[in-house]
């Protein structure tokens, strides 16, 4: 099978993929309105959309045969190599769930003092509090300190018996976590961060769930830390 021909198929797995998120049955409608169209809804559609024209121009010059028969363009290995691979991380992308892990989380009756024993060995920097099932907010270390730069000598005293809860009264609201479930893909865990970003929040943490309720036992969790890794996995070279 020629260069041509891998690329054309795998253009055509990407059109079709494009028109099911488009929701297209508009045999009219071009690859680039089908990217119009599928962006709004897919954020792997949305950070792929420069390659995904540069491929729909090249797909142009390729099915404009010369006179001879043969197309105009015949695209390298390496751009062949990217829209398979582009091709194949739409049908399956990588999911929130490959970040599994347990996770640790404290019940807003814990005691601080236990708590950053438990930071200390683990280096735990954003911890999830719950009050039994209901999700309550997270726990950072820059609220630990704000809340013991603001408690009084007496308090400082009474440290020890400091519950989980009065320290989350410290965490900013610019400070918050967010929510996703284990087979939302991490295209979206990505956009999240930035998001947030925009609106000048700062996404501790993004929790894993079953299915993106607060309320479900958390099955991962994700950091700015992660976003390397994240962008690793989700670029075609490397999948």
Do not use: C
């Not at 059109?15 to 954020?43: H, V």
């Not at 005691?111 to 509090?129: A, G, H, T, W």
């Not at 993106?212 to 099955?219: H, I, M, V």
């Amino acid at each position: 099978m020629s260069n041509s021909e891998e690329f054309m198929d795998a253009f055509s797995e990407i059109e079709k993929y494009l028109r099911r998120q488009a929701k297209s049955s508009d045999k009219y409608d071009t690859f680039y309105r089908l990217i119009d169209k599928a962006k709004t809804s897919s954020p792997a559609v949305r950070q792929y959309e420069t390659d995904l024209r540069e491929l729909g121009d090249l797909r142009n010059a390729i099915t404009h045969e010369r006179t001879d028969g043969h197309p105009i363009a015949d695209p390298y290995l390496a751009t062949v190599s990217l829209i398979k691979s582009i091709a194949r991380i739409l049908k399956n992308p990588p999911k929130a769930r490959s970040f599994h892990k347990d996770v640790f989380k404290v019940m807003i009756h814990y005691k601080l003092e236990k708590v950053l024993e438990d930071i200390k060995e683990n280096s735990y920097s954003q911890i999830p509090v719950y009050d039994g099932e209901e999700y309550r907010g997270i726990l950072t270390t820059n609220a630990i300190a704000r809340f013991i730069s603001d408690i009084s000598e007496d308090g400082i005293a009474m440290f020890g018996n400091t519950e989980v809860g009065e320290v989350l009264e410290h965490v900013e609201e610019s400070e918050v976590a967010a929510f996703v479930g284990s087979d939302d893909d991490l295209f979206k865990v990505l956009e999240k961060f930035t998001e947030h970003s925009k609106h000048r929040k700062k996404l501790e943490a993004i929790i894993i769930t079953s299915n993106a309720d607060p309320k479900k036992e958390p099955l991962g969790i994700i950091t700015a830390w992660d976003i390397p890794e994240i962008l690793e996995r989700i670029d075609p070279v490397n999948y």
